[in-house]
């Protein structure tokens, strides 16, 4: 077992109003873990992130634990501190076996990214995180749906070029948490019922697997995002979130869960 502690700053353009994003924080903990243990970021195979409280912007420190095992596996632990705990991920890491590569889940139906419009962020407020990308949601053509109940958006990064399975995990968690949409819909479908805005959530945890192959994240220049609310128990949302590239490869595969807060207040 081999520990490490690394400094760096939590970045307000990736806060969803009140916090940062999971798939950032996902992020700095994939980050962390390899520059800490020398692992390569290809044979991570899922990260899980808890959160224990609220992060700030500014300084955080990042103390890593690396266990290696046999036959090259490994699991590192990433613990956020900002006088305190924030937030703890484990990364596990296992090497490739074999060169078959096999899914047995389709995409959202969805024409290339170029066919949407891209969403226009003047005029309104918005969270910092949807500044990082530009945004073609994903509407129904001839009454048909990419996937029924699915939010699907087409992202694209402001800053080019990304690539690989880090960068890919800046994707989860940028979105409009999927009750948003859920409301929306239900208002659609039912339009004697009233509008009513989701509760202000909190972000609880994020479970990412990678099932796809490393030469799949090599060009990330556009991903298309599917989002769903899957339960709601014990005031806490449970979402299911999938990352795709432009090729029809599954890139990420993540369960997130929030937690409503009392007062409803802005988004996430």
Partial sequence: MTGNQTSGGLDYRWWASNAPTGGYLSRLALDAVCQSSGKSANDARSVELHVLRLAAAGPVQIHVTTTEGAAG??????????????????????????????????????????????????????????????????????????????????????????????????VLDCWYPPAYQQAARTFIQSPRAELVEPPQTNLIAVQALF????????????????????????????????????????????????????KPTDHN
């Fill in 73 to 170: 596996l490994a699991t590192s632990t990433a613990l956020f501190v900002q006088d305190g705990p924030v937030a703890t991920a484990t990364v596990h890491f296992v090497p490739p076996r074999g060169v078959a590569v096999w899914q047995d889940i389709e995409a959202p139906a969805a024409l290339p990214a170029q066919a949407y419009p891209e969403m226009s962020l003047t005029g309104g407020s918005y969270p910092p995180v949807m500044c990082q990308f530009s945004h073609r949601p994903v509407v129904a053509l001839a009454g048909i749906e990419a996937r029924p109940d699915w939010d699907v958006v087409w992202l694209s990064p402001k800053t080019q070029p990304w690539s690989g399975r880090a960068d890919a995990l800046n």
């Fill in 211 to 262: 099932p796809a192959s490393p030469p799949a994240y090599e060009d990330l220049d556009f991903v298309l995002l599917a989002n769903r609310l899957t339960a709601s128990a014990d005031g806490h949302l449970f979402e299911h979130s999938e990352v795709w590239s432009q090729q029809g490869h599954l890139l990420i595969q993540a369960q997130i869960v929030r937690r409503n807060e009392d």
